[in-house]
């Protein structure tokens, strides 16, 4: 193979990154030069849905400058909840667990299709998603609400509804994270977890949605940096970088024909480890197709330099390259093509992000998912015999780092007041509750109702010690868990309690409508608590 024909089918193997909203020579260089085959954007590249579409058809515009045969991948990770890169014009749709909180699949669909439907008429043809782990542990950090349910079946249905959606859009998916990520309790882009459970149990809980989605027609898997014994008899080696993962049992035992991507090899698990760039071989070696780099330019190139010196030596064989480039271009067949990468019919592409009838499903879905947990005959209230209602809410700031650090414009207390305009409404920060309590405590004397949000309790919070000296002073509590149901084993004292499954504001609007009865909170939780 020669060395331009070596180069390109590398490049076309590698998921990178950058910064900013349009291209930079960076990354026109590792167009240009490398051949890089796929681009990931996350929210530092997302603005007015009429800039990403301008983006997108630069992007595109290079690579066929270039002379690349076929376009560009350009992915990002939009779940939908409390992972979403796109926010500005686009409709707002429920995640996973607020789907299942549901109980219908169809809403998965649905939601599946109309989400690839705003991504296709951006320029985006690749959606990291659906993310199939089972969260069957409440300490999870990492996936929470990101997972359907903690029922494997549950998971596996509305895995493949949401999957067969994007797919019928035209936009291609990836199952996340084999082998599942959902019974860790530990974040796998600060350290490597570990699963210990037997083979038996993973057939029975963590590889049942996976399994279901591969029969029913996955184009990608993306690997998960967490480590499997039961798997992988090496020690402290992730799924990411193993032959036993990818070949053993992703291909031969659960014959998936498709392309295997890494996660991103920049998260500590492997960067604080084995590093990023050798990390990369590794995962070739191992049986992966397409290596994510996401964010650093000279990772970024010496990971591309590494690969490359790997193949001259011989350490890793040029026919897996030639196989994994098929893989892709047989995918890219199908899901990439130069029509739609130019501007020219931009105002009718952008009629379908944020449409009306974008919103109208978003809004019904919320109104199926927001779930009431408890209720000791306190609601709904009667809003003319209201006189003082507090609303406490949390700053938002307890978050994964896969979650983008967006400001919440609204909130609940804005939700509040569409019902009660001169509701009080003060925030709390949890890391300071102790200095905050005199001053909260204050807020809340001779108030009728206190309306309390919370976004993630955990058995040593603060926020218990401070709820349950609040329930003796007013026992007309009702706690809106703004994103994990778990927030109710710890909080049980309070009178009522609804959970929305994420932050998002047509939640938390449905969440206020149903304390004054104005609307039902007809969810059931997808989890145990």
């Known amino acids: 193979m020669s060395n331009k024909k070596l180069a390109r089918k590398i490049g076309q193997l590698l998921v990178v990154g950058f910064n900013g909203k349009a291209i930079t020579p960076e990354i026109k260089e590792l167009i240009h030069d490398y051949y890089v085959g796929s681009i990931i954007l996350f929210s530092r590249n997302i603005g007015e849905p009429e800039e990403v579409l301008q983006l997108t058809s630069s992007l595109q515009k290079e690579a066929k400058a270039a002379g690349y045969e076929k376009p560009l991948f350009i992915c990002l990770d939009q779940e939908n909840g409390v992972v979403s890169r796109m926010h500005q014009g686009m409709t707002t749709f429920s995640g996973a667990m607020a789907l299942g909180a549901t109980d219908e699949p169809q809403y998965a669909y649905e939601v599946g299709l109309a989400t690839g439907g705003e991504l296709k008429a951006l320029g985006i043809n690749w959606n990291l998603a659906p993310v199939l782990d089972v969260n069957n542990n409440p300490q999870n950090p990492v996936i929470g609400v990101r997972s359907f349910s903690a029922n494997p079946q549950k998971v596996a249905e509305f895995g493949e509804a949401m999957m067969k959606g994007l ?233 994964a780092l896969v979650e983008d650090k967006k400001t919440q414009q609204k909130s609940l207390g804005s939700a509040v007041r569409e019902y009660i305009p001169h509701a009080t409404v003060k925030v709390y920060d949890e890391n300071k509750l102790k200095q905050e309590t005199k001053e909260l405590f204050y807020a809340a004397k001779n108030v009728d109702y206190i309306i309390l949000g919370t976004v993630t309790v955990t058995e040593n919070s603060p926020v218990i010690t401070f709820v349950n000296q609040l329930v003796k002073e007013n026992r007309n509590i009702i706690g809106v868990g703004m994103r994990n149901p778990y927030d109710f084993h710890f909080l049980n004292k309070l009178q009522a309690f609804i959970n929305t499954y994420e932050f998002s504001y047509p939640a938390l609007q449905v969440a206020a409508g149903a304390i004054f009865g104005k609307e039902n909170a007809r969810g059931t939780l997808p989890v145990e608590i």
């Open 167 to 399: 797919q019928d859009a035209g936009v291609m998916t990836s199952l996340k994270h084999f082998p599942g990520h959902g019974d860790t309790s530990v974040d796998s882009h600060l350290d490597l977890p570990v699963i210990s459970h037997e083979m038996d149990r993973l057939e029975k809980v963590e590889l049942v949605p996976f399994k279901a989605c591969i029969r029913a027609g996955a184009d990608s898997v993306m690997a998960a940096h967490v480590y499997f014994p039961a798997i992988e008899p090496k020690a402290n080696t992730p799924a990411t970088l193993s032959k036993q993962v990818y070949v053993k049992l992703l291909r031969e035992k659960l014959g998936f024909q498709g392309a295997i991507t890494t996660d991103c090899m920049e998260m500590k698990a492997i960067s604080n480890t084995i590093g990023t760039e050798k990390g990369a071989v590794k995962a070739l070696q191992a049986g992966t197709d397409f290596v994510m780099v996401s964010h650093t330019y000279p990772v970024q190139k010496r990971t591309i330099q590494e690969i490359t010196g790997a193949v001259e030596s011989g350490a890793l064989s040029a026919s897996s390259i030639e196989a994994s480039f098929q893989r892709i271009q047989l995918l890219k067949e199908k899901y990439a093509t130069w029509n739609g990468t130019s501007l020219s019919d931009k105002e009718e592409t952008l009629q379908i992000v944020g449409s009306k009838e974008h919103h109208q499903l978003a809004r019904k879905v919320y109104r199926e998912s927001v779930t009431m947990v408890h209720n000791d005959q306190l609601l709904p209230l009667k809003r003319d015999k209201l006189r003082k209602v507090l609303v406490l809410e949390p700053v938002q700031g307890s978050m």
